[in-house]
């Protein structure tokens, strides 16, 4: 029986525009490593309906999905956004 190894991904927190690197089992949730990366890059917990996370260009829509589920390769890049835009002072 092997067991899978864990996946290095980089994760854009556009709030800060920090890059987060984490090393994550195949079963995390997506939703876990947004809020993970929010919290290291803003130094804050969030309210995770606040921010969108996109793969390739594309919003994930479900976050209970896992790592496996979504097929993040070894060294994916996330980015998680805002989900309302913000004023410009």
């Given at each position: 029986m092997s067991v899978a190894a864990a996946r290095r991904v980089r994760v854009?927190?556009?709030d800060t525009w920090d890059t987060i690197a984490l090393e994550v089992e195949p079963g995390?949730?997506?939703a876990d490593i947004k809020r993970d990366a929010v919290l290291q890059a803003t130094g804050r917990p969030i309210d995770p309906a606040e921010y969108l996370l996109k793969f390739r260009g594309g919003l994930v829509l479900?976050?209970?999905a896992t790592v496996a589920d979504l097929g993040l390769p070894d060294g994916a890049?996330?980015?998680v956004l805002p989900a309302r835009r913000h004023p410009v002072r």
């Open positions: 854009t927190v556009t995390r949730s997506l479900d976050e209970r890049a996330l980015i």
